[in-house]
């Protein structure tokens, strides 16, 4: 499927997917009324603001047959330091419709915002993933990334969910 730079136009879509997808991956994880609560619209503005900041993140979609996003990712700088050599940067969200999981579509975006993080100049990249994420886990060491130790506690939801730092260099 197409990779592209996401417009602000494309923030509903990314909304949608972003919503379908937590909705998805997490039923198992998160209560069914906060997963329920969640509203495209409301994402919609969030990402709408994200995409015509002066300090916006790196969006990129791939698009269905229609044009319209099935997934997306989200990247930039690393917003701590001291995770090693050269400039880090953060996998910030890499999500898509369930109905394109499995067919190749997340590999393919993920392999793009590699190939984009490293022509950024970019030597490694840091991500979080749910603990309790089997399939995303699954997902991401499948492509050669790393657990790297580090854990961190969230509420989402009123549930307090660890995430794991997984880690990947991308050039030598």
């Known amino acids: 499927m197409p990779t592209r730079e996401a417009l602000p136009e494309d923030a509903a879509a990314i909304a949608a997917v972003h919503v379908a997808s937590w909705r998805a991956a997490y039923r198992d994880l998160l209560p069914p009324a906060f997963l329920d609560s969640l509203d495209p619209a409301e994402r919609a503005a969030v990402w709408r603001a994200r995409l015509t900041s002066a300090d916006r993140p790196a969006v990129l979609v791939s698009t269905g047959a229609d044009g319209r996003p099935v997934a997306f990712s989200c990247f930039r700088a690393w917003p701590g330091e001291g995770l090693g050599p050269g400039p880090t940067a953060e996998l910030a969200a890499l999500y898509a419709l369930p109905e394109v999981w499995g067919t190749g579509v997340g590999r393919a975006l993920l392999s793009a915002s590699?190939?984009?993080?490293?022509?950024?100049?970019?030597?490694?990249?840091?991500?979080?993933?749910?603990?309790?994420?089997?399939?995303?886990?699954?997902?991401?060491?499948a492509a050669g990334w790393r657990p790297d130790g580090e854990v961190a506690s969230e509420e989402t939801g009123g549930v307090l969910l660890d995430e794991l730092r997984y880690r990947k260099r991308l050039f030598d």
């Open 114 to 141: 590699e190939a984009a993080l490293g022509s950024d100049g970019f030597r490694e990249a840091a991500l979080w993933v749910l603990a309790g994420n089997a399939r995303g886990r699954r997902f991401y060491e």
